[in-house]
């Protein structure tokens, strides 16, 4: 499952807040020994001198946070376009069985970092790299696609540009899709009240803080100057939403993965006939299958649950008071069995047993 990317990008979040907090910190120290009685004139003065610097500083703590946000954002999508690929690696399947955008697209993809094998985050590749991944993929159906191939340039990862990348991975309509996550809805609910329909806000309300912050390191990096210094309650709403709008990109992607592993898969996919206890026990009965305890399994949710899909163990498997290490269903068995799954579980969901 991905998670390595989000894990980082939200404890470099955590280092930000701290900067942000220590910052304000240092202020109130600075505002409160100048009052101190005991303090010498000497000190005052000292401390008077850092008040009147502290203003024209607040324009570079300022420029500090947005770069250093934006960097890490950064780093968070590449590294979690990475992460995706290597998923898809370790699924074992060949070019051929890979989200249409990607076949389509991964030759003039692959060509196009030629041109780029200069640049710092490329470097590790080389010609003859790029030539035996585009040949595995088209001659030979072997799936060893470059991550890199998915990058955008430097500095530009707004949503529409993130949406893209999305795109040309087989994830399509990420900006409709993202917000209905758990973690972007939740902060909508926060924001707007909990009655909030997602789908009548428009995505630049939606997304706005994104662009914005874009936008600003950009102009940082071309002027050395800001617009606007926007104050602590706005800069810790930013790092909030950041951490709330990785969390469900990171769902997304895995969505993706997973609806490739549940089409992919030869196993035969199986409605609960009912759902009791927690709800986290499916009921199954009238169908034939053989499971054991602790095997893994794949969750697809009915439409419009998000996440669509979800990876989970069977904990438990009970018949009639009776408890099972492994377990075969039959047809004809009219009492059922319960099999107990580590997530909750809705009806209408259907599982499949790896």
Known sequence: ??????????????????????????????????????????????????????????????????????????????????????????????????????????????????????????????????????????????????????????????????????GDLGIENAKQFLCQYPSLQSYYQGKYGLGVNVNEKDTEVLYGIVDEVVETRNKIAHTGKVDEIKDKTYVVEMIEFFEKFAESMTMLMQDALNEIKWNNGTSVAYQPVNVFKGPSVAGFKGVEFEVHQNQDCLCCYPAGHYPKYNETTILGIEESGNSYINYHLYPDNTNGVGLKMGIDVSQGCKFKFL
Not at 1 to 21: C, E, G
Not at 48 to 72: H, M, P
Not at 100 to 118: A, D, P, Q, R, V
Not at 148 to 164: C, I, M, P, R, S
């Open 1 to 166: 499952m991905m998670h390595t990317s989000l894990s980082a990008f939200k404890s470099s979040l955590v280092k930000i807040r701290q900067y942000v907090d220590d910052l304000e910190k240092k202020n109130d120290i600075i505002d409160k020994a100048i009052a101190l009685p005991c303090a010498s004139q000497e000190i005052k003065d000292d401390i008077a001198d850092l008040q009147t610097k502290r203003n024209s500083e607040k324009e570079f703590d300022y420029t500090v946070v947005i770069v250093t946000l934006y960097g890490q954002y950064e780093t968070f999508i590449e590294k979690s376009i990475k992460e995706y690929v290597k998923e898809l690696q370790h699924g074992g399947y060949p070019f051929s069985q890979l989200p249409e955008k990607i076949k389509g697209g991964y030759f003039s993809k692959g060509i196009g970092l030629h041109g780029k094998l200069e640049w710092e985050k490329y470097k590790h590749l080389d010609e003859r790299i790029i030539a035996k991944s585009i040949h595995e993929a088209l001659n030979q159906d072997i799936q060893n696609i470059l991550p890199e191939a998915f990058y955008t340039n430097g500095g530009n990862y707004k949503v529409d540009v993130l949406a893209g990348c999305l």
